[in-house]
């Protein structure tokens, strides 16, 4: 059985970080392309980054050079550290996982990802 569990939401100033965990069980992580996604209020579920089974990275453009996304595949544990928060950042993010990679194709699409965190709360305040 599937588990994703999130860790590491919280309140932070705009420029400051954030380091998301996110601790699986049930996984072969090598075999899975992993992602982060985030809802805003009045907003749908969006794609911040993934990393895909082959360890190419995807980010957003509202995150790159900002967002980082990493795997520790020992630890079988997703990372998502976030620098520059902005107010915007403010979000429920989730991560994601599907079993076999992408390798690019709509990395960003919910449908694509079959298993779920319960998500973890990040407030940005100016």
């Known amino acids: 059985q599937v588990q994703l569990v999130e860790s590491g939401g919280g309140s932070a100033q705009a420029g400051g970080s954030l380091r998301l965990s996110c601790t699986t069980s049930?996984?072969?992580?090598?075999?899975?392309?992993l992602a982060w996604f985030r809802k805003a209020p009045r907003k749908g579920r969006e794609a911040v980054a993934a990393?895909?089974?082959?360890?190419?990275?995807y980010y957003d453009d509202s995150v790159k050079g900002r967002f980082t996304i990493s795997k520790d595949n020992a630890k079988n544990t997703l990372y998502l550290q976030m620098n520059s928060l902005k107010p915007e950042d403010t979000a429920m993010f989730y991560c994601?996982?599907?079993?076999?990679?992408?390798?690019?194709?709509?990395?960003?699409?919910?449908?694509?990802?079959?298993?779920w965190g319960q998500g973890t709360q990040v407030t940005v305040s100016s």
């Open positions: 994601a996982a599907r079993v076999n990679g992408l390798y690019g194709a709509r990395w960003w699409d919910v449908v694509n990802y079959r298993d």
């Open positions: 049930g996984i072969t992580f090598t075999n899975y392309c």
């Open positions: 990393v895909d089974s082959d360890g190419t990275t």
